[in-house]
């Protein structure tokens, strides 16, 4: 297939998964925000969203206030973020409409009705550029269900071919890009040696690490136990039962890579560096990686796969 | 020729009683109810946005394409009718290709004077480029669109020859789709020749025509602007159902003049082009240097016969307007026959006794330019205002080599479905012809244009022109 076609596949993908990622990351922050100080609620919460959604640059570029009014804007409305929800949507429809015949109708169709949708909410924004509370709620769940009706109908009716797989390739490593960056932002309230006896301050740190990654319940289903950091730390690196952990992300990675590599006869950087990560994955233990560094683990992972990202564009898309 | 006064409509010819091609429509249009003609009407649309543009329409910022008015009722041409236009098609067609073979080649028909040589040399679409050069089978025009009008019961003429890139053969399909769909009882009683086949039979026409340096199963693209362009839904439509690579310029590559696309896989060779840009932006190093649409080297490896681009660089030269006042003597210069398809009698304002007859009749003639299309910078004399007619006259005045007067047809009408009920309305019909190396196709029918305005005589879609399914009937048997 073109190279275009699957960079615009791959991308389609990758941003349909980063505006719902997006919509979870404002859902959280405010929920943390209005939450009492007594309780964890602290005042920097927006900044630990920019930096969960790589826009601390871009944001600080605007030289605004990073206050609840500001952040929530310059994520979900601004044109000048590149990353902003709306632009996300935006751009995956671009992307979209650049490769129509390599997609089904009902893929289209969610995408499309939900860009109409969110034209709609873009309308009724007020003069400081803000939804009413209860219509950024509505707004953020709109993002969700249209990111889960664009993945649920590439799932139920795409051949099985490259164009697929290069879809669910963007799919992931910008899945695996998310997980690791709450990780990365909230990886101090998980270190151990923060003492947790019962009701800690930290337990809805935790709690919203989680929820960002639509994790909490599964943690229950997973552990049956209270909310433990490490366990946290756990599930969303190490569980191949959790749809979002780094290693269920990789897993899907050298899958989707393998068949590709397949099909095209030839196997690359990307399938090998892809297939490293996953093995060293596999492998690791949570206490190890505590005693060597969380925040240097996340960060090496998020390197990695920013790496496997460019690899995959290399060989494949340009 | 049929005055303004005597219309002719293909349903009911010349005011007497329905034409035996029409009689089970106008029985079946007697018998249906107006409300299921209407909600048929709603239904088409609904269609249209679903199957057809959805894409590009629904709220779009740009609003770069919006649907074209479909009309319900088909338009009719009997097998007999058929087999005639198609035989004049083919052999205007075929007299094209020979003009711009020689026009590029040998120049005989300019020694002999049928054509003046500066028509031919000053025209915009001669390209000095391809003289010289020949192109495989020597086939210049794969794709041509020929605009056919009738006035009445016996003769079709020739509107226009497009032989650039024309458009308009998505509509020709997906109109059939959604008549089939709305419309199962009437293609139970009537033997509709069918046109799904035109995308197998471009693709065989495309691969008929692959450079002899191409493998044995030639790879073929279609090449387009990019999804901003106002047809690029017509592009993807037929990449599509052709099976073949919707490429932009981005997309291709040249390496010792080998055009190559960018693949997943790598490079893969590409052997044949349809093109669906202009001459202009192919490529930057040989046109417009300011091109991003195209390909920089293209030309260089299109003239080392390692491509084909269909259509070939430089057809414009023969669907010039002035060109086409010489399509008779053409026709009769290489085929040494009569021309099937009339042209419609046109004054040269070039020669002086021709301007002085279309100055003094400017309110009854339509006057074009000769390189204009799309119904853009034309007189329709009995329709403009005073104004008009002057500010024309001072144009013609200036520069009267750059435009040709027609006197002013009345197209034949076909009924067609109003809220009001079912009305006369002005039609034309471009049907496609297919050239390659194993010869000419035409899949019978075409698209039918319909001004749907109510005396309007312009059928453009960029001047608020509709379309309809065209029907070939095989015959009224049982």
Known sequence: ????????????????????????????????????RAYGGVATEWDSALISSG????????????????????????????SSIRNCIELARTNARAVRTALTHEMWEAINGGWLEIRRFDARRNGQGMLDAEDLTQFLELVKE?????????????????????????????????????????????????ETIGGSLDYFQWTSVLRAVSALT???????????????????????EMPRSLLSCYENISHFLDLIGKAYGRQGLAQRQARQLYARLEHARIEEIFQTGLHEFITAFIDDNNRIGGRIAEQYLV | MAG?????????????????????????????????????????????????????????????????????????????EWDRLEKGLIQRVRALNMFLADVYGAREILRAGIVPADLVYKNPGYRPEMAGRPVPHDVYVHIAGIDIIRVDERDFYVLEDNARTPS???????????????????????????????????????????????????????????????????????????????????????????????TTEGPRRVDVIYRRIDDDFLDPLAFRPDSA??????????????????????????????????????????????????NVPTWRCREADALKYVLDNLGDLVVKEVNGSG????????????????????????????????????????????????????????????????????????????????????????????????????????
């Not at chain 1, 297939?1 to 919509?23: F, G, I, K, P, V």
């Not at chain 2, 919707?246 to 590559?253: I, K, M, P, Q």
Request: hydrophobic residues 40%; charged residues 25%.
């Open chain 2, 375 to 478: 119904g853009y910078g034309m007189l329709v004399g009995p329709h403009a205002s005073k104004a008009e007619i002057e500010s024309f006259r001072a144009k013609l005045a200036r520069d009267p080599a750059n435009f040709i007067a027609q006197p002013t047809l009345s197209l034949s009408t076909v009924p067609t479905s109003f809220d009001e009920g079912v009305r006369p309305r002005h039609v034309d019909l471009r049907p496609f012809v297919l050239s390659g190396s194993d010869g000419v196709r035409v899949v019978p029918g075409g698209l039918t244009r319909v001004a749907m305005k109510e005396g309007s005589l312009v059928v453009n879609s960029s001047q608020g022109g509709g379309t309809k399914d065209t029907w070939v009937l095989d015959d009224l048997g049982a």
């Open chain 2, 168 to 262: 308009g053969v998505s509509y020709m399909l997906e109109n059939r789709e959604v008549m089939m769909r709305l419309f199962p009882e009437l293609f139970a009683n009537h033997r509709v020749a069918p046109v799904e086949n035109y995308p197998d039979a471009l693709l065989a026409t495309l691969r008929s025509v692959a450079p002899r340096t191409a493998g044995r199963d030639p790879a073929a693209v279609l090449l387009t602007p990019g999804q901003f362009n106002s047809a690029y839904y017509e592009h993807s439509f037929l990449a599509d159902k052709l099976g073949v690579e919707l490429v932009e310029g981005r997309d291709l590559f040249v390496q010792d003049d080998v055009v190559y696309m960018r």
């Open chain 1, 218 to 240: 599964a943690y229950h289903w997973v552990y049956r136990q209270s909310i433990k950091p490490w366990l946290i730390a756990d599930l969303l690196i190490l569980k191949a």
């Open chain 1, 1 to 36: 297939m073109l190279s275009r076609t699957a960079d615009n596949l791959y991308w389609l993908a990758r941003y349909m998964e980063r505006a719902d990622y997006l919509a979870r990351v404002v859902e959280v922050t405010r929920r943390m925000a209005n939450l009492p």
């Open chain 1, 146 to 194: 249209v990111s889960v009706q664009f993945d649920g109908s590439a799932y139920r009716t795409m051949l099985r071919n490259d164009a697929y797989w290069f879809s669910r390739l963007g799919m992931y490593v910008e899945r695996a890009d998310n997980t690791a960056r709450i990780l990365d932002v909230k990886y101090h309230v998980l270190l151990p040696d923060v």
């Open chain 2, 293 to 342: 649409l195209g390909v920089p080297g293209l030309m260089h490896a299109y003239q080392a016969g390692n491509v084909t681009l269909c259509n070939a660089v430089g057809t414009g030269v023969a669907d010039d307007k002035a060109i086409y006042t010489y399509m008779p003597d053409v026709i009769r210069f290489y085929l040494n026959e009569e021309p099937i398809l009339k």
């Open chain 2, 4 to 80: 303004p006064g005597l219309r002719f409509d293909e349903m009911g010819g010349q005011g007497e009683a329905v034409r035996q091609t029409y009689e089970r429509l106008a029985q079946w249009l007697n018998d249906t109810p107006a409300d299921l003609l209407a909600s048929r009407r709603r239904q088409a649309e609904l269609l249209f946005r679903r199957i057809g543009i959805t894409f590009a329409v629904y709220g779009d910022k740009e609003a770069t394409e919006r649907l074209i008015p479909f009309d319900i009722v088909p338009r009719i041409l009997s097998r007999a």
């Open chain 1, 55 to 82: 826009a601390e640059e871009a944001f600080a570029a605007t030289g605004l206030e990073p206050n609840e009014t500001n952040v929530t804007c310059f994520l979900t409305f601004d044109e000048n973020n590149p």
